[in-house]
């Protein structure tokens, strides 16, 4: 075996127990509290995802599922940049899941001020829930390059 | 002796420097930009359209073209002369060199051209030329060759000497280029299983997959970079400290560690995306955690043996030691700032890792900061530390001005610092990534933005100015130079004579460990996704 110094010892056993504690807190913090990271919801042809069914024009936004439940249905587009649609409007206390896709590259889907951060792929639909608390305008940006007009491809929700 | 090493290492430090000067070139126009002072318009005369052809030639040549020819070059030299024994296959290197400049030519055409504007992570959908992902691919398989002449001497060193152990940055050299082998396995298979056919328009793209493949690659490429660094940090330092290498069979169980670790994890990039199930996510999590546990070596180990040396300069008392340190040697002070630098990219990195904790920094401007604390000033810093002894070692002259490294070591420190707090701070303010972010202030951005960007703005002028007294010093020194000098490379003895055991000076094993640890990692979930696959997605240009 090889030597190793007392305190290197201590050193590690610190290590050891930091690193598991750490494992320990998210771990639990995400499977048994429910602050997870995004999960597989359902693959879409992004070619003709907006020709019909959940993405199309007449389906897109939100929908009232029960009071103060929504569903909210976006698409993120480059050339023009930007996500259809570019406004929500919600009552404070509401509860809203996303699904959001992509007609072309890779974009991102970043609600400010919250935990709500996708990446959004073309051919996949990403989903995600939230309740808003608090009245205001929250944006929510793309947070992955996706050509010259990146950075002005934003919308917003108002909650009132 | 090593006249033809000497002659490949300076060619692969020409070309290092090269593409780091251009690459440089871009960082501060990006920071002003953040500061609302876009200068990119300017540029449209000498051909550069927009700031994000100019974010993509500062990341593909500083992060991959930078760092490659350096790391190539200087651990083929290293083993050779640890091992003291001559490349056997010399032809080998040069024909890696070559193939790598001939990828460097086939990716820079388009790259200029504003037809590669996709950025280093070249996410599919977004489609650059053919050629564009041709010359990358030559460029990685070009470090493949020199990595089989480096194998190559290495067997040859064993061969002749049975039973022998091998010197240890010889063994950290070889370890770091099997590593590199393996793991760009995922980011050759994305390009020539996916990319290429779909450029031909044979077949769709699957972003998934594609993200998938290229992380495969994008996390053990970062300890890529990072291990030439931990070889000089262990191998040298100690040495340049004026003390002894603290526990020499600690430092290579560290590297055995990065070997098996570093690939099994690139989940880690992947927390948001939507095709990856939440439990391989954990997993990887997990691992990342595990591959932590031998940065924490290293910090003890690479500390404790500048403590050695601090004492051993006569430094006293609990702190002493570190005033006697050589902090008027340009080399070892850029290094220890690197240091310093690197362990809070370290803390960083452990909330990046962190699964959940994840989404509040995930394509935040935050990341870029993290990227600025590793390969910008851990990696970095220390090579430029590095050639602080290697250029006058090569040519026989002493440094051309000690100030003037000092200066550039001290700036680059201060304007990191800057810099990077800006960019974390303005990334928790919810400024994404790889935006320009002053034109994005006035889109969704708010007040609290200004100050952190106008730090991100300062920070990049001051590290312009630093690395402007870089090029200075390393031009003056290589060609200018008059007064001989004979620099020796440091090798560090370590602190006790032990024995090293066999499992540390034996391939198998960890090659073994690696092997399943990938296959436990990632098998389950990539044969998924290639069964699964629906390649329907054709190529954009959006730029």
């Known amino acids: ?160 | 002796m090593f006249a033809v090493e000497k002659k490949i290492l300076s060619w692969h430090l020409v070309l290092a420097c090269v593409a780091l000067s251009i690459g440089t070139l871009f960082g501060p126009l990006q920071a002003l930009e953040h500061m609302g002072v876009n200068l990119y318009p300017a540029l449209q005369v000498i051909g550069i359209q927009s700031y994000y052809q100019g974010l993509t030639l500062h990341g593909v040549l500083n992060a991959l073209v930078w760092t490659t020819f350096f790391i190539t070059g200087f651990l083929m030299y290293v083993m050779v002369k640890t091992l003291n024994t001559p490349l056997s296959k010399p032809g080998l290197s040069w024909a890696g060199f070559y193939v790598m400049v001939v990828g460097l030519v086939m990716a820079a055409i388009p790259l200029l051209l504003n037809q590669a504007s996709i950025l280093y992570t070249m996410y599919p959908p977004l489609q650059a030329p053919w050629y564009y992902y041709l010359g990358l691919t030559l460029f990685v398989v070009g470090s493949w060759v020199s990595g089989w002449s480096m194998l190559a001497t290495f067997l040859g060193w064993r061969k002749q000497n049975p039973g022998k152990t091998v010197p240890f940055m010889a063994m950290a050299g070889m370890i770091t280029m099997v590593l590199w082998q393996i793991c760009t396995l995922g980011i050759a298979s994305e390009i020539l299983g996916l990319i290429l056919p779909w450029t031909f328009g044979l077949y769709g793209m699957d972003s998934q997959l594609a993200r998938t493949l290229f992380w495969f690659t994008g996390h053990p490429l970062v300890y890529f970079w990072l291990l030439p660094a931990y070889v000089s940090w262990y191998g040298m330092m100690p040495k340049q400290s004026g003390g002894k290498l603290f526990s020499e069979p600690l430092a290579r169980f560290a590297f055995w560690l990065f070997l098996i670790l570093s690939t099994p994890l690139g989940f880690h990039h992947q927390y948001l995306d939507p095709g990856v199930p939440a439990v391989w996510k954990f997993l990887h999590a997990a691992l990342t955690y595990a591959v932590f546990f031998p940065s924490m070596l290293t910090a003890f180990n690479v500390i404790a043996s500048m403590e050695n040396g601090g004492r051993a300069r006569g430094g006293k008392g609990l702190f002493g030691w570190l005033l006697t340190l050589p902090w008027t040697d340009p080399s070892w002070t850029t290094q220890a700032l690197a240091m310093i630098i690197f362990s809070l990219g370290g803390v960083g990195g452990l909330i990046n890792a962190s699964y959940n904790v994840n989404l509040v920094v995930h394509n935040t401007a935050w990341v870029p900061g993290h990227l600025h604390l590793t390969v910008g000033s851990g990696v970095t810093l220390t090579f430029m530390g590095i050639l602080y002894w290697l250029i006058p070692h090569l040519t026989g002259k002493a440094l051309w001005s000690k100030k003037l490294a000092l200066w550039q070591a001290w700036s680059w420190f201060v304007g990191m610092l800057i810099f990077s707090r800006g960019m974390h701070w303005i990334g928790l303010l919810g400024a994404p990534r790889r935006t320009m972010l002053g034109v994005a202030l006035g889109n969704y951005g708010s007040a609290d933005w200004r100050v952190p960007t106008l730090m991100t703005g300062i920070g990049g002028l001051i590290l312009f100015v630093s690395a402007t007294l870089f090029f200075i010093e390393v031009i003056m020194s290589a060609y200018f130079s008059k007064e001989k000098a004979e620099v020796e490379m440091p090798v560090a003895e370590p602190l006790h004579a032990e024995v090293i055991p066999a499992w540390l000076n034996n391939w198998q094993p960890w090659l073994v460990g690696t092997v399943v640890l990938i296959v436990v990692a990632y098998a389950p979930m990539l044969i998924q996704l290639i069964s699964q696959a629906q390649f329907t997605s054709p190529g954009f240009k959006v730029w």
């Open chain 1, 1 to 160: 075996m090889i030597h190793i110094h007392k305190y290197e010892k201590w050193w590690i056993g610190l290590t050891i127990l930091m690193l598991v504690a750490f494992a320990t807190l998210v771990g639990v913090a995400a499977f048994s509290k429910g602050f997870q990271v995004p999960e597989p919801w359902m693959r879409v042809d992004p070619n003709t995802v907006k020709d019909s069914g959940a993405f199309s024009d007449a389906n897109l936004g939100l929908h009232e599922l029960a009071p103060g439940k929504y569903e909210a249905y976006l698409l993120a587009q480059s050339s023009p940049w930007r996500f259809y649609p570019s406004e929500l409007s919600i009552p404070v206390g509401s509860t809203v899941t996303f699904y959001v896709t992509s007609v072309d590259v890779q974009h991102g889907f970043r609600i400010q001020d919250t935990n709500i951060n996708l990446q959004i792929l073309p051919g996949q639909v990403s989903k995600a829930t939230y309740t808003f608390e608090k009245a205001g305008e929250f944006p929510y940006v793309c947070g992955e390059y996706c050509g010259v007009g990146h950075q002005g491809m934003f919308g917003k929700i108002v909650v009132k």
